[in-house]
Nanobody, 115 residues
């Protein structure tokens, strides 16, 4: 079993920055992929960014050039650096971990971009 915990959300003004963290724990040997998704009120959950082991990051067009995903394999942790935040980035951000053909989700962390 894999547990996934996100942290780092909060309230920020437009143009500001936040850094989200996602820590995976449990009986883990090697995580295949980690990613960030978000869900705004009244909308479907959408992909923000993903990164596979040894691969290049993948970003949604709406966040390219503003968000950066990274991971620390030794710590089974992924990060999402979010810069130049916009009000439309407001959502609950979820971390997803792909491990051993199964998918695990965290409980989500709220990001609110507002003046």
């Amino acid at each position: 079993q894999v547990q996934v915990v996100e942290s780092g959300g909060g309230l920020v003004q437009p143009g500001g920055s936040l850094r989200l963290s996602c820590a995976a724990s449990g009986s883990i040997f090697s995580i295949n992929a980690m990613g960030w998704y978000r869900q705004a009120p009244g909308k479907q959950r959408e992909l923000v960014a993903t990164i596979i082991s040894g691969g290049r990051p993948n970003y949604a067009d709406s966040v390219k050039g503003r968000f950066t995903i990274s991971r620390d394999n030794a710590k089974n942790t992924a990060y999402l650096q979010m810069d130049s935040l916009k009000p439309e980035d407001t959502a609950v951000y979820y971390c997803n971990v792909q491990y051993n053909i199964r998918s695990y989700w965290g409980q989500g962390t709220q990001v609110t971009v507002s003046s």
